[in-house]
């Protein structure tokens, strides 16, 4: 283990207000996304439209549906995933990390990758399914409050903590 890894285990965790303003600062962030993906999509949708209007013997109208709910699809997982994956990947943290100074990393303080990131985003995705990802949700919303290191319940399972890069760096 390196010495800077040594130094991030003895950082502490970050408070409840910090994990506060990550939640709702990557929440507008990512609504803002889909928001522009939505416009992407609905912009591709127009000009698929006006293609098939415009040559409707070259432009099959399943196939143009097809094509258009594929896009969406993709588009609609894609645009989160690069903001939440890419960053944290990289720099262990999100733009409202950066903001109040958190960072991403395992328990022993060591750099979380990608493939423990995209994993981490995955079980993230369950909480938008229905019923089981809402009671989900607030089971992890309970672990935030009562938890020792204000882990989520993604960060559990994956042993991954939210560190707060404040503390002891303060100049005198």
Same mark, same amino acid.
């Given at each position: !283990?390196?010495?800077?890894?040594?130094?991030?285990? *003895?950082?502490? %965790?970050?408070?409840?207000?910090?994990?506060?303003? #990550?939640?709702? +600062?990557?929440?507008?962030?990512?609504? $803002?996304?889909?928001?522009?993906?939505?416009?992407?999509?609905?912009?591709?949708?127009?000009?698929?439209?006006?293609?098939?209007?415009? !040559?409707?013997?070259? !432009? &099959?109208?399943?196939? %143009?549906?097809? @094509?258009?709910?594929?896009?969406?699809?993709? =588009? %609609?997982?894609?645009?989160?995933?690069?903001?939440?994956?890419?960053?944290?990947?990289?720099?262990?943290? @999100? /733009?409202? =990390?950066? $903001?109040?100074?958190?960072? *991403? %990393?395992?328990? &022993?303080?060591?750099?979380?990758?990608? +493939? =423990?990131?995209?994993?981490?985003?995955?079980? $993230?995705?369950?909480?938008?399914?229905?019923?089981?990802?809402?009671?989900?949700?607030?089971?992890? #919303? #309970? @672990? $935030?409050?009562?938890?020792?290191? /204000?882990?989520?319940? /993604?960060? =559990?399972?994956?042993?991954?903590?939210?560190?707060? !890069?404040?503390? +002891?760096? #303060?100049?005198?």
């Amino acid at each position: !283990m390196s010495a800077s890894s040594n130094k991030n285990a *003895l950082e502490p %965790t970050a408070s409840l207000g910090s994990r506060g303003s #990550i939640i709702l +600062g990557d929440t507008l962030l990512f609504a $803002i996304q889909c928001l522009l993906a939505g416009g992407l999509v609905f912009v591709v949708a127009l000009l698929l439209f006006l293609l098939q209007y415009l !040559m409707p013997d070259v !432009m &099959d109208g399943d196939k %143009t549906l097809v @094509t258009l709910a594929i896009f969406s699809g993709v =588009m %609609t997982l894609l645009v989160p995933s690069l903001y939440f994956i890419y960053p944290l990947g990289k720099y262990g943290k @999100t /733009h409202s =990390m950066e $903001i109040e100074n958190l960072k *991403l %990393t395992y328990l &022993d303080g060591s750099r979380v990758g990608y +493939g =423990m990131v995209i994993f981490r985003f995955l079980l $993230i995705l369950i909480y938008f399914i229905p019923v089981l990802g809402w009671l989900l949700f607030i089971i992890s #919303i #309970i @672990t $935030i409050l009562c938890s020792k290191n /204000h882990q989520a319940l /993604h960060d =559990m399972i994956c042993n991954i903590v939210v560190r707060d !890069m404040n503390v +002891g760096n #303060i100049p005198i």
